[in-house]
């Protein structure tokens, strides 16, 4: 126990003003406080840190760049002796306002695969910080980012995706922090979750760990379903009708053949049309989607019906 702490303990039992000693045990616990410097750091064990996510929204899901964006809390939650308060003062936690956070050590947690993110900050920074008497240190924060997320578009649209977060210490190796998914439900999606195209029907988490790379890594894999319905609304019936709008010219005259002509030559435009509209929003792979394969058959149908 440093002098600061035992002249707050001393004025604990002299004074009456419990709120002004609560102010002042917290300007003093943190007075000789480093906040440069790691739980353990004098240690021969890391610092271990459980982490665990709240994903509030997934925002969207863009196959053309491969990439989705979400809405996430991220908590986390070690053991920092140096701030454990035990019989003290009168109250099991502490807690910091985003001011005073800067004053405390927090792990150096960030996105592998991010390619973009920010804080909220409205009305103030979305952050959270509780000192327990124990010295357990319980750190949240709502980020919003942007990861890229590889697809595999050969079944398209009937296909199913996985997209992943890496999460890793940026500067400490496993000798001085350790990152650990929380026992007890370390993933939580929000009940209201909705997405236009996809149905999230399974998640997963795992230890990415790479001990020739020396940082702590962990991995959360969140498993989609497209939705078919838009699909078979825009594309897949109109492209049956299309057909079999070119199948008229048989019930046609024989003598009338610039109709034959004029009803074929509109059909196979309007399917190279279509087929051109369905590929506008994904990538140029080099591979062939089953939606491509739909569309060269239904195209091959026009185009006999208008060679016959």
Known sequence: MNVSLMAIMLLWFLKGNYGQKRQDFIQALLEDYDSRIPPNFEKDYPCEVNVSLYINSIDSIDEQKMDFTLSTFVSQEWIDTRLSFRNLILADYLELDSRLMENVWVPDLYVRNEKQAYFHTVTIPNKMLHIYKNGVVKYRSRITLTASCPMKL???????????????????????????????????????????????????????????????????????????????IQTYIPSVLIVMLSWLSFWLNVDAVPARISLGILTVLTMTTQRSMSNVSLPRVSYVKAIDVWMAVCLCFVFSALLE
């Open 154 to 232: 050969h079944k398209y649209p009937m296909d199913r995706q996985m997209c992943s977060l890496f999460i890793q210490s940026f500067a400490f190796t496993t000798n001085r922090l350790v990152f650990r998914w929380r026992k007890n439900e370390p993933i939580r999606l929000n009940p209201n979750l909705e997405l236009p195209q996809f149905t999230p029907y399974r998640h997963e988490t795992e230890n990415c760990t790479d001990i020739g790379e020396g940082n702590t890594c962990l991995q959360f894999n969140i498993y989609l379903e497209r939705n078919i319905g838009f699909y078979m």
